[in-house]
């Protein structure tokens, strides 16, 4: 890329569907709560700086950690943050529509239903957010954004186990954080986390503090 885009990384697929129907249901989820792509782009920042945002050497890519994001304004935060656009909306959200029927900026078919709202900022967000993973138990547990929920691993074919996170991806339901393999770098996902935690925690009282964490 040419100045000054050059630090910008970019991703460019060829016949890949399942990323186009992925795109378009994150964007909608953007559109419902700006709090998620914020709260994305906190988390991106910091994995890099923790050593886990590396699918290559066994931990965790982007996708993976936008939908961890996800889940955890689904099923971690409370009141929830999203709601189930793939439920709410099923004729919208599904990997039958045709591409050509995909549009970024038109109206829900009909309003969200009345729910709560969640009031608390991007950074008392954030560090729930750390808490919730530092405790989630990766072991026995999965995570899917199609169902909303958190769902137990028994359900999954026996030769997913070698896999030591389970994130479904949306619409072919394959394991997003297949690269995840060894012990070790489940270990270092999960100290990750309880360092960031602990470091928001430690802190004196008042705002968060991202540069205790390594954002700047």
């Not at 995909?102 to 991007?122: I, K, M, S």
Request: glycine letters at 4%; proline letters at 6%.
């Amino acid at each position: 890329m040419a100045a000054p885009y050059e630090e910008l990384e970019i991703d460019i697929n060829c016949n890949n569907v399942a990323g186009i129907y992925n795109s378009h249901l994150l964007h909608y989820y953007s559109r419902v709560d700006d709090r998620f792509p914020a709260l994305c782009l906190l988390v991106k920042h910091w994995a890099i700086n923790a050593g886990i945002n590396n699918a290559m050497m066994g931990t965790l890519n982007s996708y993976s950690l936008i939908l961890m994001v996800l889940h955890f304004l689904q099923c971690g935060a409370l009141p929830p943050v999203l709601p189930n656009l793939q439920f709410l909306y099923p004729s919208l959200f599904n990997a039958t529509c045709s591409l050509d029927s995909l549009e970024l900026f038109r109206d829900l078919p009909h309003p969200l239903p009345p729910r709560e709202f969640n009031t608390e900022t991007v950074g008392e967000l954030l560090i729930a957010f750390f808490d919730y993973y530092a405790r989630f138990d990766f072991k026995n547990k999965a995570i899917s954004i199609r169902n909303g929920s958190v769902n137990g691993r028994e359900l999954l074919a026996e030769n997913t186990m070698r896999f030591k996170i389970f994130i479904e991806e949306p619409y072919d339901q394959k394991n997003t954080a297949r690269c995840v393999t060894s012990i070790e770098n489940l270990q270092l996902i999960r100290e990750a986390f309880t360092s960031a935690r602990n470091a928001f925690l430690q802190t004196s009282a008042g705002p968060p503090n991202l540069e205790c964490i390594g954002v700047r």
